[in-house]
């Protein structure tokens, strides 16, 4: 007699905007064991899913949603998402990225809904810290980040190599302070976690305000247009108080790394992630708060950049500038 099927271990990996999610979810798919078929569902508010191509270097089987978060559309865009990549990996453990911005409430609705209870055992949610915002009253205040950490079973600080002392202790007395309390609080750096933290069980605890996303507009997901009809694709998204810019880019257009360089240290911008092919090859770029990593990869299908801001940017002037970066002028 076959075995019966065995619910898939399942965990959410939650943050804020460039707290070093896709490098902790990079760290932990080089350590699984050898032999099991890890997958990941990742949501990005920018529409051109930079994350989900950085963390197919892995060997991941990834889908992507970009365009806003997962929880919005009742759940939908999420779902399709989710059984999409359940049917085509057949994973031993799924993670589930989503965007910094979003609210965890709606997704382990969704996860622990009927539809799922047999087929995922979602196991500890695990929230990242970087104690440097906690400095920051707008990040405090802000319900999507009250309640990633509300929602968290392990709570860590990562980044703690950038921090003072002085951070790192207002972090400890900050998680110390919260009600109820958490179990379990690590401090990590690079991304660090531990992979035994994946197993157990989600406690699923209450979280302030688990409406908090139920005002976005319900929009249909579509497939983009294929670069070899479009080369050259600029997209744009906004909420949650952040702007993103994107494009994706035919894989014969080569960039300059310096030129892309220069654009992505602009101090107006939060994040800017890239895949791209350059004049030298291949390229992961991905920048925060002025902190750069640059890392070859293997070719892909196409080259996709992505910059998120708080304030509106002037997409024609930003477009200029990669247009100058591979050459193209008017």
């Excluded at 035919?250 to 791209?276: G, Q, T, W, Y």
């Excluded at 304030?311 to 008017?330: F, I, K, P, V, Y």
Aim: aromatic residues 4%.
């Amino acid at each position: 007699m076959p075995d019966p099927v065995r619910a898939i271990p399942t965990n959410l990996i939650l943050g804020f905007l460039g707290v070093g999610k896709t490098t902790a979810i990079l760290d932990l798919l080089r350590r699984k064991p050898e032999g099991e078929v890890w997958a990941v569902l990742v949501n990005e508010f920018g529409e051109v899913g930079i994350d989900g191509a950085i963390l197919e270097t892995e060997g991941a089987v990834v889908r992507e949603i970009p365009g806003g978060c997962m929880c919005c559309v009742a759940g939908l865009p999420m779902q399709i998402g989710l059984n999409q990549l359940i049917t085509r990996a057949k994973p031993d453990r799924l993670l589930i990225e989503p965007t910094g911005l979003g609210h965890p409430s709606q997704i382990l609705d969704t996860l622990t809904g009927e539809h799922y209870r047999s087929v995922l055992a979602l196991g500890p949610v695990i929230t990242l810290v970087d104690p440097r915002k906690l400095e920051d009253p707008r990040v405090l205040e802000n319900v999507q980040f009250r309640d990633q950490v509300a929602s968290a079973d392990i709570l860590v600080a990562n980044k703690t190599d950038l921090c003072t002392e002085v951070q790192i202790r207002a972090f400890a007395q900050w998680a110390a302070s919260l009600v109820p309390a958490k179990p379990q609080v690590y401090h990590t750096r690079h991304g660090q976690l531990a992979t035994e933290w994946l197993d157990g069980i989600a406690t699923l605890p209450e979280v302030s305000d688990p409406h908090a996303h139920n005002h976005h507009d319900a929009r249909a997901a579509s497939l983009p247009p294929s670069v070899d009809d479009i080369p050259w694709q600029l997209v744009t998204n906004r909420g949650q108080g952040h702007h993103s810019i994107g494009w994706r880019i035919h894989p014969k257009l080569s960039l300059d790394e310096h030129a892309v360089l220069a654009m992505a240290l602009d101090d107006r911008l939060l994040r800017f992630k890239a895949v791209i092919r350059t004049f030298e090859g291949w390229r992961v770029v991905n920048v925060a708060e002025g902190a750069v990593s640059i890392l070859p990869c293997e070719p892909r299908a196409l080259s996709r950049v992505e910059l998120i801001a708080a304030d509106a940017l002037e997409a024609s002037e930003m477009d200029q500038l990669l247009r100058a970066a591979a050459g193209l002028t008017d």
